[in-house]
């Protein structure tokens, strides 16, 4: 076991887009565990957009990462010293270990994993927080019915491509919306999408009209900015917006100029009878089982995929969520750490 | 029975405020009644902010008025001539009339009005369309739970009115806005609302903040504009907004100048997990047994009440309807015709 414990701390807020300097990688000890406690050594680290919000002091739904302490993030990690009957040494978890090599834990909010069922890093995909929020935001709010489109973006990451595959098992057509043609391709080829739009294409208005003939009947917000923008004209009356993310934005520093087309948003709301509706995974806590149920199943049956987009070291975790803000990655961004 | 029918139609398509100019009062021969249909003399009309709507070509719910047809409206008139064994001459009736002396009908939509129930102009009313648009919009989508603040604006008006008597009897603290002292009296001492704020006032974010001092769960929106802004930083987690109606902003001929704050309000609804819905009274016309049957008992009860504003003569009506969208009425508006 390593004498150190390496950690990506926040040394300072960004204002715009985060870029290296913006984290520090430190040593420290190895915490020492307490009783009832563990501690967990980090096999895998995911990095997901939301973690943008929280290098930020602006009021959310979770307090902000403090100037110098590590980042927050899922991990799976491994139980190497345990002082806990419920997580002995040796046995793979779940936890929120955060952007460095050790972390301790009373157990709360630690989930066992079993190898045996699934690879244990989807845990942070597919079986884990982008998984179940993609289930329960279309399932929940979006509620599509056979027959309807569901337009997501993101498409290719975590989050979108399920909700993309989720639509389908449900009988509805999924248009799924990526950057460049190789995640296009890979959208309609490798997961069975009706149809795919690259946002860098020509005319995204345009492309987005064509391939939804028939209106938009869900749309899966995770993105906003222009995406959202070629959504709303196609919306059908009655459409349905989970919202749980708004990537485009995250690194923001003004509003865009005017003219403020907030009161055009909230006129669409009434005539076409919109419901817009945001959501964060654990406010639909209650469907941890079914959605393990029902996605662990579709998993093993073969009727949904995924894809990991795994980096090497924890020293590249902050270039590597640099990138995801720019739509690098290509699937679930997972930092190997050990 | 008059020879003649008198008809205000729509002379020509305003942009921003209508002015008398665009309606025209006049006379064409009293319609003749065909096989199954009925004959009926408006006895009140209805004046609601909706009827902006369908002087403007902009796509909407419905179909605009056409240039030269009589505007579109809710009345409660007499059967005076019947084919119909259902509609017999003499009775009641609420009927989608129009601004006109007389129209025909061949019984699609007229409800009969028992005049011992309850005075006929309520069907125009709390007992009418204004009453089920806050009855179905404040319980379907609002959903207050006792304990929490409900807030509506145009609170003197027959949709607010009833929001915050039905938000009281739900248990929920109701906190109404309307222009100027008097309405704002009326709302807490006749309608036992249990705080009022002046948006002629002078700071409505704050008089509205401390009206609100544990924040709005519910905002049933049928207004916009100033009222909006305001009530956007005092939303809790999880306020949900049944939209029914902008009034503000019905004249608006271009949008507000910048920065586009629609970022700022996505950013809203995914950080505080709103629930923004819009909603016509049609869509929950399933609801129209359960409606009658609470507020009706409600109103005998004594537990709910309104109060009307009422104009006589058909030819006021214009001047009437653009007073409506300035707040000039005080209780809901309906013209005496005959």
Redesign the interface.
């Known amino acids: 076991m390593a004498a150190m414990n390496r950690r990506i701390v926040l040394a300072s807020r960004p204002h715009g887009e985060p870029t290296p300097a913006h984290f520090r990688l430190e040593e420290s000890r190895v915490p020492s565990v307490r009783a009832g406690e563990v501690l967990l050594r980090t096999r895998w680290l995911s990095l997901d957009p939301y973690m943008r919000g929280r290098m930020s002091a602006a009021?959310?739904?979770a307090a902000p990462v403090a100037i110098g302490e590590p980042m927050t993030g899922g991990t799976v990690s491994e139980v190497v010293e345990s002082d806990n009957p419920d997580f002995p040494v040796g046995s793979l978890v779940s936890a929120f270990g955060g952007w460095q090599d050790f972390s301790t834990s009373d157990g709360t909010g630690l989930q066992r994993i079993d190898p045996a069922l699934a690879p244990p890093t989807t845990a942070l995909g597919i079986l884990g927080m982008p998984g179940m929020t993609a289930y329960t935001g279309l399932l929940t709010i979006g509620r599509p019915k056979p027959g309807e489109t569901v337009v997501v973006a993101a498409a290719a990451g975590p989050v979108g491509s399920l909700v993309g595959q989720i639509a389908r098992l449900k009988g509805a057509r999924a248009v799924g919306i990526a950057g460049g043609p190789d995640k296009c391709r890979y959208l309609t080829e490798e997961l069975g999408f009706d149809a795919a739009v690259d946002h860098r294409g020509e005319d995204l208005p345009a492309s987005l009209a064509a391939a939804c003939p028939k209106g938009i009947d869900v749309y899966f917000?995770n993105v906003?900015g222009p995406v959202?923008d070629a959504v709303l004209p196609l919306l059908n009356?009655?459409a349905r917006m989970p919202?749980?993310?708004?990537v485009a934005?995250y690194n923001?520093t003004?509003?865009?100029?005017?003219?403020?087309?907030?009161?055009?948003?909230?006129?669409m709301?009434?005539?076409?009878?919109?419901?817009?509706?945001?959501?964060?995974v654990w406010?639909f806590s209650d469907q941890i089982e079914a959605f393990l149920r029902d996605v662990g199943g579709w998993l093993k049956e073969g009727r949904v995929t995924y894809r990991e987009d795994v980096v090497e070291g924890l020293e590249n975790a902050p270039e590597a969520f640099i990138g995801l803000l720019k739509g690098r990655n290509f699937g679930k961004l997972i930092v190997h750490v050990s």
Do not use: H, N, W
Not at 254 to 267: I, Y
Not at 269 to 280: E, P, S
């Open positions: 009021k959310s739904y917000e906003g959202f009356d009655f919202v749980c993310g708004l934005g923001a003004e509003l865009p100029p005017g003219p403020d087309r907030s009161p055009t948003l909230m006129r709301v009434l005539t076409k009878r919109l419901r817009i509706q945001g959501f964060i406010d």
